[in-house]
């Protein structure tokens, strides 16, 4: 408020000046002084009254009055130029002539240039001191009587070339035109006023009084603005944090009232917001600078064809309290986005009431056609009504569509802090297939980064779903108890059925970190490997048995199953390998061998494996039985293509009903009381036999 005064008590001085230099010039003439010499009596007699250096290059006077042209006021030290007018003209009164009085009637500036500059911590207009409202003179024998006039102000420049850091966005140049009266009750009326503000952006016109008291002052305006910009406003805020979306305003500011104490205006008027669609807002503001206070009232509010009534928001800077009192809401979703951090995907529109005090919500909001991600129809056809009263709020049987299947959400929060809730999901079917295919190529620009859940928010509940479909496989009747707290979304529990095998599991991710990895631990039991490759054309009935283990898995939330990670361990119980294709490896010779290698059972398999981007590492693959054993490892991807080592070894009761020939050929391979034929597996397609050799 300070630099707002001093502001004040600057133009009104500046203006004093001038009144001053030439009544100084009506009085000279009043005498009939020569020009010249009244210029060096003018000059030399402001400059010892205001401390200042002033230069003026010519004096003329008619019968009308009188005029000066190009004067210039410095700085005590000369240095920096303060004030210059290219031609200013005086009227006096003339029936005050005849009673012996000079009394000045208006004054019309031409071209004047106020210059504000900021150097070394002080303005250019500091060295001004204080000068009384009215001024009484005598000179000789003639009384002079001055008394402010009118004053008429054409194309006049408000130069701002440096300020205080807190003021910086007013830098530039300002173009003024007004008719200013100055009244003796210390009152000042700016009538027609023109300002075009700096660097194109926009006009305002209108009028204002100045009343100036002892303690305090009061600045009331009436205002139309033309396409201002308002963008450059929000650079007074250094900390960079106020982003509003506001671009250009035309419009009315009525009552515009500023004193010590505050401001409070009304508005009325249209802006064009960022994204280049338009606003219309009716309503009051205020500021409190002594409790420290915003306040907007009564705002009737629409954006497009969307409307919202703001009853109130006040803003308690000290306290940092926020209060809003939102009524008649008929407004799409989208159009919050503007003043808070809603997510893009989400849709649809919402009509009610909302209040909140930051720590009490109430709400009576109902969601028409609401959902998430529009174009993939994740979530769909939200329809409810919500109501909160003094932060209870629960919700049964929201109903929606996942992925097109029927889904309901019953949820209600805990406690009086509105932080914490619990949610229920009941859904009838997940075809997840689409939404893994379709999600986002982790080579493609624009990936999203993290997901940004509120740090104050808690939920906990458990979702149900019937029947999860993945490609050609369905997990039936799972079950998962979930928890989201600080940024970490927690799975305690999984259970779910593939083929009325159990598999259960707990995982979890961390959604404040960017490109978010689900990692899960999964347990299963019994379930019949048949069932899995029932699917897979080239290992259909070619591997049986029941298998148990263990699978970790790390999923990128988003980029899809190219992108997954994870490792399995298993055991498989009497298994049989048919097919295996080994029987193609090993020669003519050993023709009697290969029925017995077509088809093995075994009464144990025991595998190791990792998976990374659709590629399968066998860290270990091994098959035991009584008389035989199988081992692998190596590389093998998803269309069965690789390279894996297989080492064959069996006993001779393995092979005793062979022929005697075949004894003395297997003699190569024995190692103690076991034969050991090494083969190799590489190519394309390992589901062909002809990939297969024998490498001894």
Known sequence: MKRIRTTIRFFSIALSVFFLVLIISAVAFYFFFPKDQLLKIIVSQIENQINLKISAEKLDFSLSGVGLNNLSIFDSDRNHLILKVKNARLSFSLDKITENKLELKSLNLINPEFIIDYQDGRYNFQDFSDTNKT??????????QINYPEVFITEGKVIVRNTHDRLKPLIGEFTVSSHIIIGKDNNVNFNNIFITLPADRGNILGSAKLSIEKDNFKFVSDLNTEKVDISW???FDLSKKLKLPFNTFTGTVNNFTITKEGINAEAKGSSILTDGKSAYA????SIDFVQKMLKLENINGTIEKDSALINLISIDFTK??????????????SNFRYFVPIPDKLYGRVKGSLSTTGYRTNADLTLINTGWDFDKKILTDINHRITIDNNNFKAEDIKFNLYGSPSKLSISATGSKFQNFVAYIYIDKVDATKHVKDNVNPNVSGIP???KIPTPISITGKIYIDDIAFENYNLKNSFIAYSLNDYKFQLNQIITYFFNAKITGTGGIDLSKNDPVAGIDIRFNDIKIENILMNQPKLKNRFYGPASGSINLQIPVFGGISRIKGTTEFIINNGKLANTGIQDALGTILEPLKYKLKDLEFNRIYGNLSLE????????FVFNAQNIRLSLSGLIDNTLAGDLNIKLEFNENFIQDLPNPTFLYFSKYKEGLWYTIPLEAEGKDLSNPDNYKRLK
Request: zero cysteines; a negative charge; charged letters at 20%.
């Open 449 to 451: 980064k993290s997901i």
């Open 233 to 235: 406003v929000y650079d």
């Open 320 to 333: 940092r309290n926020l209060f809003i009192n939102l009524k008649n809401i008929d407004s799409n979703i």
């Open 135 to 144: 001024t009484h003179s005598n000179m000789s024998s003639g009384e002079i």
């Open 613 to 620: 981007e659709n590629n399968y590492k066998i860290n270990s």
């Open 282 to 285: 009716d309503g009051s503001f």
